[in-house]
């Protein structure tokens, strides 16, 4: 609890700097808040509807995994408990520019009936609980509206502040948190976050038990090691069975086999804790791959591109144009995890793969069904895929038969690893 209240009052204590975000229809509205009133642009969320009441509920806690798992149960929790013709929206607050500093919660529409009832509501609700709530009231005027921070879960405001518009922010405020939370750079961010699991999730203790001692040093193996990228169903299978043949190279994977039996249960967790878990997959299949390129080369289907393309795309919400720039670190490659020599990324037709995938039938992941389902997440998770460095993805692209992706991918490799 102590260690809740100091992070609480640490964000408190900058409140007034704070931006704040809230998705509404796919789109991002910003505010500000500051203690004079001035300004006549209201915010987008405050004009959509004819309401007379708002409530933000974020959550702030240093335990970063109470905080993650509270935030994943926290929209179920209002849902079941608001009554009914309340709206929730996803929402955030950010200090601009500054990492680590986004919180994550909801925006609530409450019925204006009995503005009482919620307020009682959200008190109980989240006593306790390592939130910061909020309620917004409209000035008689109409056209302006107030925030009240309420202090440790009580209804009583520390001060108000008027709400006033706020243009979106150069970098996009899900940037702020992604080191070693969506994306992780070092084998021992991703451990400490498993071992800080292992409380909570048996399975992580298990999967502790499979890291290799510690991650390899950076550098080029004995043998070309030559990753094949892509998403589901643009021949990645195909290709990288054809070249363990043509090669007589070893032929690994990442996530590893060795991983499977967990996959499904760490594929509920929050995203903190499932990244965790696929980078370190990374870190395993590596220690296999060093191994095996003492020997002779080695393919290797999917690796570190594909942990950090979806996870960059999946935090990164509304445009494509959302994502980190070209050149961004969130981009780089981790230093301690072992450098392929080449890294070949198939492309395809988004039509001729969805047919490839119904002719295949495949059981598809949560990400994969998204793919389908909403192109602008694809093209998030290629253009991810195309700014990362060190190495950098060689596209090549999978529609021609198989064969001839074959003698294509064949061609580089010559020139780029000499095989």
Same mark, same amino acid.
């Given at each position: 609890?102590? %260690?809740?209240?100091?992070? +609480?009052?640490?964000?408190?204590?900058?409140?007034?700097?704070?931006? /704040?975000?809230?998705? %509404?229809?796919?789109? #991002?509205?910003? &505010?500000?808040?500051? #203690?004079?009133?001035?300004?006549?642009? %209201?915010p987008e969320a405050f004009r959509r509807a004819n309401?007379? =009441?708002f409530y933000s509920v974020l959550v702030s806690c240093s335990d970063r995994l109470r905080q993650v798992k509270f935030h994943a149960d926290l929209e179920e929790k209002l849902l079941k408990a608001l009554p009914a013709g309340c709206a929730v929206d996803p929402m955030s607050? /950010? $200090?601009?520019? +500054? =990492?680590?500093? $986004?919180?994550?919660?909801y925006f609530l529409k409450a019925s204006s009936e009995d503005p009482s009832f919620s307020d009682r509501l959200l008190r109980d609700l989240i006593k306790d609980d390592p939130v910061l709530v909020c309620s917004y009231v409209k000035c008689e005027d109409g056209g302006t509206w107030t925030q009240n921070l309420w202090p440790d879960?009580?209804?009583?405001?520390?001060?108000? /502040?008027y709400v006033v518009h706020s243009e979106a922010p150069k970098v996009h405020p899900s940037t702020l948190n992604i080191i070693n939370s969506d994306v992780f750079y070092s084998f021992e961010e991703a451990r400490e976050v498993l071992k800080e699991s292992s409380d909570i999730i048996p399975e992580a203790a298990s999967v502790l038990e499979l890291l290799p001692s510690r991650a390899g040093p950076r550098g080029r193996p004995d043998f070309p090691v030559i990753v094949i990228e892509g998403l589901d169903a643009t021949g990645k299978t195909t290709l990288t069975e054809s070249l363990k043949g043509a090669l007589g190279a070893a032929l690994l994977r990442s996530p590893p086999?060795?991983?499977?039996? &967990?996959?499904?249960r760490f594929d509920q967790e929050p995203p903190l804790i499932r990244r965790a878990f696929y980078a370190l997959g990374n870190y395993i299949t590596a220690d296999q791959v060093s191994q095996e390129a003492s020997k002779g080369p080695v393919i290797v289907d999917r690796f570190w591109h594909s942990t950090a393309a979806y996870a960059i795309a999946t935090a990164v919400g509304g445009p494509v144009c959302n994502l980190p720039d070209e050149g961004s670190e969130l981009y780089r490659w981790p230093s301690d995890l072992l450098e392929p020599t080449l890294v070949v990324l198939l492309t395809l037709d988004p039509e001729?793969?969805?047919?490839?995938? =119904?002719? =295949?039938?495949?059981?598809?992941?949560?990400?994969?069904?998204?793919l389908d389902h909403n192109q602008l997440f694809r093209l998030k998770v290629e253009q991810a895929y195309r700014r990362i460095v060190g190495p950098v993805c060689v596209t090549v692209d999978a529609s021609p038969s198989a064969d001839q992706v074959l003698r294509e991918v064949q061609l580089l490799i010559k020139t780029k690893c000499h095989l």
């Open positions: 609890m102590q %260690l809740m209240a100091r992070r +609480t009052m640490s964000v408190v204590s900058q409140w007034s700097s704070r931006i /704040f975000s809230v998705e %509404l229809d796919g789109a #991002e509205s910003y &505010f500000a808040i500051q #203690e004079t009133r001035k300004g006549d642009v %209201l309401w007379d =009441r607050s /950010f $200090l601009p520019g +500054t =990492r680590g500093s $986004l919180i994550r919660g879960g009580h209804s009583e405001m520390i001060k108000k /502040f086999q060795c991983l499977s039996p &967990f996959r499904e001729e793969r969805k047919r490839r995938l =119904r002719d =295949r039938g495949l059981i598809k992941t949560e990400e994969e069904q998204k």
